[in-house]
C-alpha cells in the first residue's frame, strides 16, 4: 500500500533498477547477502530500500519487521537521500528518517533509517546483533572507505550469528538480510574473499543506458585549474546548447571561489525579474552562507570537511586574453547557440553546506536559466544531479592521506584515479548525450592518474587502523574478516605498540579509556599519546607543535649537501682543518673540484650553526630543535625567507603551521576544560616544562629506544668514551637491529648518549636514526 505520486511514479520507472525489481526480490529472499553493481543513477540509493518496503519489509506485523538500514559513507548523501526516498513513498520524515552523527529524524515510527557507515559502526559496539534491522543496505561499497570495510566485515560475522541463533529460535531472533552496493564492477574483494563470505554471494548487474558521452582533453594542464574552470564553464555557456554543468572541484573554498566568480559575470535572474524572484534568491543565497560547524572528532574526517588556507579571488580574471585556446568545445559550429549573458543558475554542493541548500541542486533551475553545479566528489557516485549535459573535470581530489613510515595523516589534494575521471564523465551521459571537458592534458592522465585508488585501508598506519577498530569495539583485529586484509604481523606488532602506550589493555586486548580519547586525533596513536600527556603545567601548547612537527616530518632541508659525501667522512673533514674561506674567496680558487668542495664544507657549517641554534633550548634533543623553529617560524610571520634563511623546507613548515591549528582547534573543542590557542609569540618552555616535554617524547616514542653497543656490552655499565656519534653503533631495543645517530641531527657532533630515543628510523646499507633526543639519567 505505497503512495506515490503519478509523476514520482513515472520517473522512477524509467530508472534501470526498477526493470530489475523481481530479479533483486528474488535474489534477496534466496540469499543472506547480495550484491547491486550499477551506474550512478541507475536508482540503487532511492529504489532498492523501497523495493524491500513495498515487499513488506520492515513492516510491524510482518515476519520480517525489523529497520530497513542504509548506510553511506557521506553525510551529504545520507541526507539527501533519506529525504528523496520520504517523498517518493509519500511518507513522513519519522518514517522514513537519517541519522548523522549529531544530527537525527529517527522515531518509533521509523521504518527505513538512512545513516552514515560510522554510525552503524558505533551501533554496532552496543548491540552486535542488529537486532533493530530486519536488512541492511551497505552503500557506495566499491569506494572502500576504511569504515565501509569494517563494517562489510564485522557484517559477515552478525549475519552468521543472526541465522544460527534464529535457527535455535525463530520467535525471537530473525535472520538478517544483507545488499552491498556499487556503482562498479570492481567487487572481488567481496566475492572471492572466502574469509569473508564463504559462498560468494550472488552479483546483480543493472544495466544502466548510459548515452554516449565525449571526452575532450587540454591541451595543456594549467596551475590553477579554478581559473581554468572558470573559463571552460564561461565557454561552454555562451556558446554551447542548453544542458546542466557540472564541475568538479576540490573543497569548499574552490567551489565558493568558483560560485562568486560565476555568479558575478553571468547574474541568476533575468533582467527584468519579479520582486518575488529576487527575494527568493536572496533568501537561497543566506541559506548557502550559513555555515555548518565543523565537528571535532572522528567525523570531521569523513569527507572533504576539513578546509585550512584561504585562497586569494582574482577579480580581474580576464577571459578573452586567453591566447592559449585549447577550447575546440568539440561541437560543430552551426550547432552553437547564442546564449552570452544568460542567467546561470549557479549551485554549490560540498558536504559542510546546510542541508536545505544541497538539496536545491536537485530542484529544476528558475525558467530561461542554465543549471551549474559547482561539487565536490561526492557527486562522483554519491548523488546524482539531474540534467547534467557537460561535465568540467579538475582532476583532482582532496584525499586523507596518510604517509605509511611516518604515520602522517593529512588531506592532499592530488589526481584522482583514471576510475573516479571516467565516473565523473559518465555523469554528462546520464540523460542524453553529453561532454566531459578534462582540465588536463591526454599526457598527465595517462601518465600520472593511477588505474584506481586504493582502498583507504592500505593508504593508513596500521595502528591507526587497529586503534579505530579497538574505539569501535572490535578486538580480535587479527582474525578480522578484512575485504583487504593487512599482514597479519603488522597487526600483531600494532596490537603491541598499542599495548605499550596503554591505548589497549595487554591481557584483555580491549580499548582503555586512554585509547578512547586517542582515537579522536587524526594523528598516528603514538602521537596521541603525546598529546594527552602533555596537559600539565601548559605544556600543551609545545606539546601541539612538537606534535605537528613529528607528523609532518623534519622540516629542515635533509641533509643539506650532505650527500656528496659519505656521512661518515664528513664529520672527519669538519674536526681536522678548521680553516674559514670566505665566501668572496671562493671565486678565486682555480680547480673546480677544490671550490666544490670547499663550498660545500662552508654550507655545511651553515647548515650545523642553523641546527646548534635552534638546538639552543636543549642541545640533547632534535624534538627539541623541531618545537624551537616552529614557534619562531611562526614569530617571523610563517616567511619563505625565514624558511630559506634557517634551512627549512617551506611546504612542510606550512604543513606543520596548519596540523598545529587544526589539533589546537581539536583539542580546544574537545577538553572544553582547556583554555587554548595558536600563539605566534609563544613563549620558550621554562626547564619545568622542558623536563616535562622529554617525559611526553618519551612517552611517545616508548618503543623506539635504541641503547649504545658498547653500553650494552658492559652491561649497564659506563662504556666507551667518544668524541663525537661518528661510526657509534647503537642496538635498538625490542629488535636486534644495529642503527647509527644521523648526521643531520643535532646529538651527531657530540658525545653520543648511552640511550636515546628516535622518531625515525631510515632503513638502508646501514640503519640510521633521526629525530633522536638522549635520554638522561634520572
Ligand atoms: P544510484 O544510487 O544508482 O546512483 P540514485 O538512486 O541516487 O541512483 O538516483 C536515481 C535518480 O533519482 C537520479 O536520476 C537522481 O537524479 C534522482 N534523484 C535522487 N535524489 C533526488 C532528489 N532529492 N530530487 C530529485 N531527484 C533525485
Ligand atoms: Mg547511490
Request: glycine share 6%; hydrophobic share 35%.
Amino acid at each position: 500500500t505505497v503512495n506515490r505520486k503519478p509523476e514520482i511514479q513515472a520517473a522512477r520507472l524509467k530508472l534501470p533498477v526498477c526493470g530489475e525489481e523481481q530479479v533483486i526480490m528474488e535474489a534477496i529472499r534466496n540469499n543472506t547477502v547480495v550484491i547491486i553493481c550499477g551506474e550512478t543513477g541507475s536508482g540503487k540509493t532511492t529504489q532498492v530500500p523501497q523495493f524491500l518496503y513495498e515487499a513488506g519489509w520492515s513492516h510491524p506485523e510482518s515476519d520480517n519487521s525489523g529497520l530497513i538500514g542504509v548506510t553511506q559513507p557521506r553525510r551529504v548523501a545520507t541526507v539527501s537521500m533519506a529525504k528523496r526516498v520520504g517523498e517518493e513513498l509519500n511518507l513522513s520524515e519519522q518514517e522514513v528518517s537519517y541519522q548523522i552523527r549529531y544530527d537525527a529524524t529517527v522515531s518509533n515510527n521509523t521504518r527505513i533509517k538512512f545513516m552514515t557507515d560510522g554510525v552503524l559502526l558505533r551501533e554496532l559496539s552496543e548491540d552486535l546483533l542488529l537486532t533493530k534491522y530486519s536488512t541492511l543496505i551497505i552503500d557506495e561499497a566499491h569506494e572502500r572507505n576504511l569504515n565501509t570495510d569494517i563494517l562489510i566485515g564485522v557484517v559477515s560475522r552478525v549475519l552468521k550469528l543472526r541465522a544460527d541463533l534464529s535457527r535455535e529460535d525463530r520467535q525471537r531472533i530473525k535472520p538478517l538480510r544483507v545488499v552491498i552496493m556499487s556503482a562498479t564492477l570492481r567487487v572481488s574483494d567481496f566475492t572471492e574473499n572466502k574469509a569473508l563470505f564463504p559462498t560468494p554471494p550472488p552479483v546483480i548487474n543493472v544495466n544502466a543506458r548510459q548515452f554516449p558521452v565525449n571526452i575532450h582533453f587540454n591541451r595543456r594542464t594549467p596551475d590553477d585549474h579554478v581559473g581554468e574552470a572558470f573559463k571552460k564553464v564561461s565557454k561552454i555557456h555562451e556558446r554551447l546548447p542548453h544542458g546542466g554543468i557540472l564541475i568538479f572541484l576540490t573543497g569548499q573554498n574552490e567551489i565558493t571561489q568558483l560560485c562568486k566568480r560565476l555568479r558575478k559575470k553571468y547574474p541568476a535572474l533575468p533582467q527584468k525579474s519579479s520582486n518575488s524572484a529576487k527575494i527568493e534568491e536572496k533568501l537561497a543565497n543566506e541559506l548557502e552562507s550559513k555555515s555548518t560547524k565543523a565537528e571535532a572528532g572522528k567525523e570531521d574526517l569523513e569527507d572533504e570537511d576539513v578546509e585550512l588556507g584561504e585562497n586569494q579571488i582574482d577579480e580581474d580574471f580576464d577571459l578573452e586574453s586567453d591566447s592559449d585556446d585549447d577550447s575546440d568545445l568539440g561541437f560543430d559550429e552551426d550547432e552553437l547557440d547564442d546564449v552570452k549573458d544568460a542567467p546561470l543558475h549557479v549551485l554549490p554542493l560540498y558536504s559542510m553546506l546546510p542541508t536545505e541548500a544541497q538539496l536545491r541542486v536537485f530542484q529544476p533551475p528558475p525558467e530561461g536559466t542554465r543549471l551549474c553545479v559547482v561539487a565536490t566528489n561526492v557527486a562522483e557516485t554519491s548523488v546524482t544531479i539531474p540534467g547534467i549535459r557537460y561535465v568540467v573535470d579538475g582532476g583532482k581530489s582532496k584525499e586523507r592521506r596518510y604517509d605509511i613510515d611516518t604515520g602522517v595523516q593529512s588531506f592532499q589534494v592530488d589526481w584522482t584515479s583514471k576510475a573516479a575521471a571516467n565516473q565523473r564523465a559518465g555523469r554528462a551521459g546520464r540523460t542524453g548525450p553529453g561532454h566531459c571537458y578534462r582540465l588536463f592534458s591526454s599526457a598527465v592522465f595517462d601518465h600520472d592518474f593511477a588505474q584506481f585508488s586504493k582502498p583507504e585501508i592500505e593508504r593508513m598506519p596500521i595502528e591507526g587502523v587497529v586503534l579505530n577498530m579497538k574505539a569501535m569495539n572490535i578486538d580480535n583485529v587479527i582474525n578480522f574478516p578484512f575485504p583487504t586484509p593487512p599482514p597479519k604481523e603488522n597487526l600483531f606488532k600494532a596490537e603491541k605498540l598499542l599495548g605499550y602506550l596503554g591505548a589497549v589493555n595487554s591481557t584483555t586486548k580491549r580499548i582503555t579509556e586512554f585509547g578512547d580519547t586517542m582515537s579522536m586525533f587524526p594523528i598516528t596513536p603514538r602521537f596521541s599519546k603525546m598529546l594527552i600527556t602533555g596537559q600539565q603545567h601548559d605544556c600543551l601548547p609545545y606539546v601541539i607543535a612538537i606534535v605537528s612537527a613529528l607528523s609532518v616530518g623534519d622540516p629542515f632541508i635533509q641533509d643539506y649537501h650532505l650527500d656528496e659525501t659519505q656521512p661518515g667522512e664528513s664529520a672527519n673533514e669538519e674536526d681536522d682543518d678548521d680553516d674559514d674561506l670566505a665566501e668572496q674567496e671562493l671565486g678565486n680558487l682555480k680547480k673546480q673540484s677544490v671550490f666544490d668542495k670547499q663550498r660545500r664544507k662552508l654550507t655545511r657549517k651553515k647548515y650545523y650553526q642553523s641546527q646548534v641554534k635552534h638546538a639552543g633550548l636543549d642541545p640533547k634533543s632534535d624534538i627539541l630543535k623541531f618545537l624551537n623553529v616552529v614557534g619562531a617560524y611562526e614569530y617571523s610571520g610563517a616567511t619563505t625567507k625565514f624558511c630559506d634563511e634557517n634551512f627549512l623546507r617551506p611546504k612542510a613548515m606550512e604543513d606543520i603551521r596548519k596540523l598545529r591549528r587544526q589539533l589546537t582547534n581539536m583539542v580546544a573543542s574537545n577538553f572544553p576544560h582547556i583554555n587554548i590557542c595558536v600563539d605566534p609569540q609563544m613563549k620558550p618552555p621554562s626547564k619545568l616544562q622542558l623536563k616535562l616535554l622529554r617525559q611526553v617524547i618519551t612517552a611517545g616514542l616508548i618503543d623506539c629506544v635504541a641503547m649504545r653497543q658498547d653500553v650494552l656490552d658492559t652491561d649497564g655499565g659506563k662504556g666507551l668514551s667518544f668524541k663525537n656519534a661518528n661510526n657509534v653503533p647503537y642496538k635498538l631495543m625490542w629488535s636486534d637491529e644495529v642503527a647509527y645517530i644521523h648526521p643531520s641531527s643535532i646529538l651527531y657532533g657530540q658525545s653520543p648518549p648511552p640511550v636515546l630515543i628516535y622518531s625515525e628510523l631510515f632503513k638502508g646499507g646501514r640503519n640510521w636514526l633521526k629525530g633522536v633526543t638522549a635520554v638522561e639519567p634520572k
